[in-house]
Each structure stands twice: as C-alpha cells, then as structure tokens.
C-alpha cells in the first residue's frame, strides 16, 4: 500500500474527527465579535446617504464640503488599509482589531455630537481609518482561525453583517428622517453602538494561532487550537500542520535574504499571480457599478411612479433588504458550489442585469418628455438650453418641473435645483415656496413608460452582486497567499478596493455627462464581461484546502489554472451521511480501504 494512499487514510480520519466534533461556541463568538466589523463597515456606508440631506441643510454645506464629507473616509481608508498589513504581522491580528474597533467608536460620537461642520468631517476621517483597517483585517483574521471545511461559510458571513449595516442604516435612516434638528445626530451617532461591542466583545477573543507560530509562542497556539476546535487530536494535527510550514517558510526566507517583502512578492511567480488575481477581484467588485446602482435606486423607485419622500426613503430600505436576504445566498452556496462558480455565476448575473438597465435607461432617454415651457431664469440659463427631461437631468444642477396627468407629464420645464436642497427647484412652480400639488420635482430622474424594466435590472442586479462578487473577493483574497506574504498581499488587495472606489466615486460625474445614464451601465457591463472571462481561466478553487495549501494552486502556469478542479487530481471525495471521505483515485482498491 502507498504511502500516498496512507496519507489520504489520515486525511479521512481527519475530516471524520472534524465532523464528529461540534464546532465549539468559542469559534461561533469569534465569528460573530469579527462579523460586527462587517456590520459597522455596511451601516457607515449606508448611513451617510440618509443624514447628508440634513447635514446639507444643519450646517448649510456647500457643494465642496458636502464630497468633502462623502469621500474622505473612503480616501483614508485607502490610506490606512495599506498599513494594516505591517501592522498585524508587528502586533497580531486581534490588537488591530481592538484599535480599529475604538477608532471608529470614537469616530462616531464625535460626528454624533459634532457642532460645526469640521467636527463631521474628523468623525468622518476617523472613521475611514478604521474601516481601512477592519476591511482588511477581519477576514484575514476569520481565514485563520476557521476550519478549513467552513472558512468560505465564516469569512463570507462577515459579508453578510456588512449587508446588514446597509439594512439597518436605511431603517435608521427612515425611522429619524422626520426629526429635521436633531435625526443626523442618531443616524451618525448610533454607530458607536456596533463598534463599542466588539471592542469589548474582542478584548475576551484569542489571537490567530498562524500568528502565534510565527511567532514561536507554540505552546499558546497549541492551547488556542484546542480552544476553537473542540477535538484535542484534531488541533494538535493542525497544529503540527502550521507548525511545519511555518518553519519551511522561515528557511525559504532565510535563503533569500532581508530584501522587502515586496521584493519577495515579486521574485515568487506563484505569489504574484495570486496577487494579481486578489487585486482584480477586488478591482472588478468597484468597477461593475454598485455605487451607481446604489445611488440611483431612490430615482428609479421614482420613476415608477412613486412620489412621497417618506414613501421613497422606506422603499429605498427594500433595495437594501434585496441586498442583505441574497448575501444570506452567497453564504449557503460558497461552501457548496465553491468560491469560482460563485463569482463566475454571480458576474454573469451582473453582467446581464446591467444590459437591462442600459436598455432600460436608453429607452427612456430616448422616448423622454420634452420641455414645453422656458425657465423664468431667462433663455440664456444653463437649464432652460435642454430641449428634454433626459438632458436636463443629466446636469446635477438642473431638475424637470412637470405637470403629472393621466395621459402622460405635460407642461415641462427645466429648472435650477435648489443647491442647499435639491429635493425642490430654485425657482418656479417646483420652488418650495410656491410648489402646487399637481407639479412634480424630478431631480436625477424622468418620467417613463420603462421604468419596469429599469426596477427588473435593478432587482436582478442586487440579488446576483450580493449572492457573489459582493463577497468572494474578500474571501478568497484571506485564502490564496502564504502566511509570510498573507498580511501584505490583503493590505494590497484592500487597498485596490478603496482606491478604485475613490476613482469610481469621483468620476461618476464626468462619466454620467459624457456618456449619459445608460452609456455608463454599457460600460459597466463590459467590465463585467472583461472580469468574467479573466476569472474563468485564471480563478482556481479554493474550498475545502487548508490555507497551507491554497497558495500552490497558483504554482502552475496561467493555461493549467484554468482547468483546475475543486479537489485535487489525486484524491475523490464521496459524500456519506454528511461526511466527506476522500479516496485515492490512482489506488482502484483505495474505496473499499475507506
């Protein structure tokens, strides 16, 4: 009998020991305590878009500062997810959860009881330091304390609180939207709840045992291992497992030298194709439109003929709740069809959905009401040169005032936005002053008899990111590098993220002047496309490996990664009464030995 088919006999006796032994409830707090970052991640994220309105409004915000407040935490979150790196292999993985955790505590009451605009934005920039930090750590974290036969499950959870935190900060959103003084301040404020559990919650919570080898401290990663693992034979096989990488990896570095880790990187094909493959998973999740999605879903609930603010916040909660229900998907689904198929089914469902809005956005841009009536501000104004409701809304300064009657809007015209709020015109029969019933104010939106179908790309849409690529690549990217490089290499990979969400955010404007609504879902559509076909051949499958082993997926060429299978070649995996029993498939008697 083989050694190898010895191996594999082990192998079983491993996975059989794992299924036999109830997860402990020690690794299911863990989960949860990490999770809450996730949380705290989506409600921030979320939150923003409801209090600006009042924020605008409180500290009478100019244009600039309201970007301003916007995209800071974005941009200091870049900043601070590429330190994050250092930071966890200098400290440990948990110190930097604790710290990220107060940081955004702190964040929160002071944009909560801020008195002047500059408080807002040192909570804001406070808070995007920590999420810089969280995104980055919290799954690098979970990867390395999960078993390996549900990491996807436990990581991919985390994606589900951050789904969550967007669910949640629309009801907040509605629930204090009437409270025009004081509601921003609950919004902002409430916060500081989620953040101030898990620091406190994190304080109880063991280290990574990968980082605890790493460091030598054996006896503690040991004690930990049985802690999360509940079986004593079981963690001390791990245990040795980590044990004997961790030690070939320290000679492997010892033999190239002190040069920078990113020098290391570099001079590893493996860990730079994984590289690589992480930063475009991360890229592509930004690039296929979900901010645009997102901030234009309160305008086509619009377009569907719904008018009242209040209705419009609470059917806005409906979109967050399509994407927080299919998040729940992607978690039953990434441990059984396996992190590729997910992101490949889920791009594709993007890819499609995306055609719609384009269509369905072209179609109303091109069967768009026209303006009937001049704007009292002159002929020469900007807003009264558009000849339709599509070219006056496509200018953020301009909004289309209309007369809504059963036979279609009549009586049209273009008018100032308000610019402290644009939820009203700055002059004419739309102006807050002297609004009549019958007008209507659309701002960022028109009129049409395709709304359904621009709601269908929009439902469709929501349920195909949030299932997938809202969340594979934070997981996958906490699987495919090794321990010397695994901090590094996420760092990196967050970063891409935050960056091409700052580049994303900050060119919407331009790209929505110069190619309209629906060119802009065309091209998102062909990024989607794009990332689709790279992933197909150059995505491998990472379920089911332990993390020792994940980084030599990528040890082969491009062409061969493109055929690899969930299981390695060697070894078949029989499903019995819920136990996964691995056969040697070289080995024609090797069945009947298991």
């Known amino acids: 009998m083989s050694s190898e088919f010895l191996n594999d006999v082990e192998g079983q006796r491993l996975v059989l020991d794992r299924a036999m032994s109830k997860p402990p409830r020690l690794l299911y707090t863990i989960t949860l305590m990490s999770a809450v970052g996730g949380f705290t991640f989506g409600y921030d994220t979320g939150i923003i878009l409801g209090a600006m309105p009042f924020l605008r409004e409180y500290f009478e915000l100019s244009y600039i500062w309201e970007e301003f407040v916007i995209s800071i935490p974005i941009g200091t979150a870049w900043a601070f997810s590429l330190v994050a790196g250092v930071l966890a292999d200098l400290f440990g993985r948990k110190p930097v959860i604790i710290m ?3 940081v955004f505590t702190v964040g929160a009451v002071l944009m909560g ?76 404020g409430l916060a500081a709840v989620p953040s101030f559990i898990q620091f406190f919650g994190f304080l109880r919570m063991p280290e ?32 040795e497992s980590i044990k004997s990488n961790c030690l070939e990896t320290e000679r492997e570095m010892e033999a190239k030298g002190s040069s920078p880790i990113f020098v290391h990187i570099y001079q590893s094909p493996a860990v730079k194709r994984a590289l690589i493959v992480g930063c475009l998973l991360q890229l592509t999740q930004q690039i296929v439109g979900i901010n645009t999605v997102m901030y234009y879903s309160s305008s086509i609930i619009q377009m569907t003929g719904v008018r009242s603010e209040s209705s419009v916040v609470w059917l806005a909660t409906v979109t967050t709740s ?129 709304s359904w179908l621009i709601l269908s790309g929009l439902i469709l849409y929501l349920l195909c990111f949030a299932s997938g690529i809202g969340s594979t690549p934070w997981t996958v990217n906490s699987e495919i590098y090794p321990f010397w490089a695994r901090s590094t290499c996420c760092a990196t990979a967050a970063s891409v993220n935050w960056l091409s969400n700052l580049v994303v955010s900050l060119t919407f ?77 070289d080995d024609p008697d090797s069945g009947d030995e298991s």
């Open 208 to 239: 990574s045992p990968r980082w605890l080898v790493a460091r030598g401290k054996y006896h503690e990663a040991l004690e930990v291992l049985k802690r999360i693992r509940g079986h004593a034979v079981q963690a001390e096989k791990e245990f």
């Open 100 to 102: 990220s955790s107060f």
């Open 509 to 585: 404007v331009t790209f929505v002047e110069f190619l309209n609504k629906y060119g802009l879902f065309w091209l998102y559509m062909s990024f989607a496309i794009l990332g689709w076909i790279y992933f197909l051949l150059m995505l491998p499958e990472t379920r089911g490996k332990p993390l020792e082993e994940v980084d030599g997926l990528f040890s082969h060429p491009w062409w061969q990664d493109a055929t690899t299978a969930d299981e390695p070649k060697t070894v078949q995996y029989v499903h019995i009464r819920g136990i996964n029993l691995a056969t040697n498939v």
């Open 113 to 188: 009881t801020s008195v002047d605009k500059e408080m807002i934005l040192g909570g804001r920039l406070l808070a995007g330091a920590a999420l810089g930090f969280t995104s980055m750590i919290v799954p690098l974290y979970l990867s390395e304390v999960a078993p390996f036969d549900i990491r996807g499950k436990l990581v991919t959870l985390s994606g589900c609180f951050f789904a969550g935190g967007e669910f949640m900060a629309a009801l907040i959103d509605g629930t204090f939207a009437r409270d025009k003084m004081n509601g921003w301040r609950f919004m902002l």
């Open 322 to 450: 399509v994407i927080f229900f299919s998040s729940f998907l992607g978690l039953f689904l990434v441990e059984k069809i396996g992190r590729r198929s997910l992101t490949l089914f889920s791009l594709a469902g993007v890819a499609v959905s995306l055609g719609i809005l384009a269509v369905g956005f072209q179609l109303a841009n091109t069967y768009s009401p026209l303006t009937q009536i001049n704007s009292t501000e002159g002929p020469n104004s900007v807003c009264s040169s558009y000849s339709s409701c599509s070219q006056c809304v496509n200018n953020p300064r301009c909004g289309y005032c209309f007369l809504e009657l059963p036979v279609g809007p009549s009586n049209g015209s273009c008018l100032f936005s308000d610019q402290i709020n644009p939820d009203v015109s700055d002059t004419g029969q739309c102006n807050n002053s002297v609004l009549e019933v019958p007008f209507t104010w659309a701002y960022e939106w028109c009129p049409s008899d395709n």
